[in-house]
């Protein structure tokens, strides 16, 4: 059963949320904004299950009835919002599951609690159905908003919520966690956080992935080879790693951290903070032939591969156009 003391950093939101819990001041309304994987559905539910916990602390028991359903996810009172199209969350999504529900009373607990992910998907529709019930809203009524941009909000819908910003774990929080609990070895924490940025629920995939030493290899055996590389070569190595199911934007993730380190060499010469201590060797070499304009140029390409990838260029002619830069440049 997880509980508050599970959730890694995010000390202000766990603390805000047991005083209300433990003051009986529970909001009715509540955004929790954070990038993808940071663990607001973790914090949701340890939230949900606190508050319909038979026991009555502030940490769920585990033992009783109602702890036994929200864990197995089949509580009446805990109400996961789904939504047909992928893109967006309809009026008639937040109508048939929120407004129309809310006149309900609980079935057992003390509160009937709606938790709406991706809430950033909302039409502007779907935003003045679920205003309606928070200006509103039955005394028992507690509406959870998970999102990655609590600026796609109406500024109504805001103001009748208590906003909480997930922040970045602390890398030696982060560190602690993933050896402890994953029991991976101190350098492959290292570069999981360098990868994650504090996001922990990302720094516990990669983590866990067989894949992600694989993802890196590939990845780095492509940037350093890049320059004794044909470009119908380099091309069809960006092909081959499309075979890996991972976020795109993960292997400029990977990237931007090889140069980082590059970069910190070249300018320091130290090698303590490096993230691929293991590479010493080459990153030497690349920082010795390499200009700083040069690092600044696959930095600034860099950018502009997020860019393209976020308006859904094609990820093989992102990357073409990358290694083009990082063929002449890196």
């Not at 197995?72 to 996961?80: C, G, K, L, Q, T």
Request: proline share 3%; aromatic share 6%.
């Amino acid at each position: 059963m997880p509980k508050f003391k599970d959730i890694v950093g995010q000390e202000q939101i766990k603390t805000h949320l047991q005083r209300a819990i433990s003051t009986e001041k529970v909001s009715h309304a509540y955004i929790i904004s954070g990038e993808k994987s940071s663990g607001k559905e973790f914090i949701a539910k340890v939230f949900s299950q606190t508050l319909l916990c038979e026991k009555g602390g502030v940490e769920p028991c585990g033992e009783c009835h109602a702890c036994k359903q929200a864990e197995a996810m089949s509580h009446p009172d805990i109400r996961f919002i789904s939504h047909e199209k992928p893109a967006s969350i309809s009026v008639d999504d937040i109508r048939d599951q929120i407004s129309n529900d809310v006149a309900i009373k609980p079935y057992s607990g003390e509160y009937k609690i709606y938790i709406v992910s991706e809430a950033e998907k909302m039409t502007v529709q779907a935003q003045n159905a679920i205003l309606k019930t928070l200006e509103e809203p039955p005394a028992y009524v507690v509406i959870l908003l998970l999102t990655t941009n609590s600026g796609s909000f109406l500024q109504t819908i805001r103001s009748r919520c208590i906003e909480m910003d997930m922040k970045p774990v602390p890398a030696a929080v982060l560190k602690d966690y993933l050896m402890k609990e994953i029991q991976v070895p101190d350098y492959k924490a290292d570069v999981c956080i360098a990868f994650a940025q504090g996001n922990v629920g990302k720094a516990r995939e990669m983590a866990s992935s067989d894949d992600f030493t694989a993802i890196q290899n590939a990845t780095l055996n492509l940037v350093k080879g890049i320059r004794s590389m044909e470009l119908n070569e380099a091309v069809a190595a960006i092909k081959a790693m499309t075979e890996y199911k991972v976020d795109p934007g993960d292997y400029l993730d990977i990237i931007s951290i090889w140069y980082r380190d590059i970069l910190l060499f070249k300018a320091t010469g130290e090698t303590d903070k490096l993230v691929f201590r293991d590479e010493l060797s080459t990153i030497r070499r690349v920082a010795q032939r390499s200009s700083y304009e040069g690092i600044e140029e696959v930095l600034e390409s860099l950018q502009k591969a997020r860019i393209r990838l976020g308006a859904n260029v094609n990820f093989e002619l992102t990357m073409e156009l990358l290694f083009m830069t990082i063929k002449e440049k890196g």
